[in-house]
């Protein structure tokens, strides 16, 4: 992979970042909840959560359906984020 590429697709990974952690504060502030309690709801410690929202690739096929589920995340919205 030349080094062009190898930055386009660091940049994407990191606009996949940003997406995901927005709808994680607005579903936290919608809600009213901390992310103890996301983690919680997850099924994982915070500290779990906090490196995997870090960096998303770390979520498993499960973890993330889960987390989409609970921000209930639009099916658009799923794609542009594993895509």
């Known amino acids: 992979m030349s080094a062009k590429e190898l ?3 660091k940049q994407k990974k990191e606009q996949k970042t940003r997406m995901i952690n927005a709808e994680i504060e607005y ?3 919608w809600n009213g909840c ?4 996301l983690a919680l709801k997850m099924g994982m410690s915070l500290a779990s959560l906090y490196n995997k ?5 770390k ?23 594993i895509a």
């Open 34 to 37: 901390s992310k103890e309690h």
């Open 53 to 57: 929202v870090k960096d998303i690739d």
């Open 7 to 9: 930055k386009k697709e």
């Open 59 to 81: 979520f498993t096929c499960p973890e993330f359906r889960r987390l989409c589920s609970i921000l209930g995340l639009s099916d658009e919205k799923k794609l542009v984020l």
């Open 27 to 29: 579903y936290l502030a």
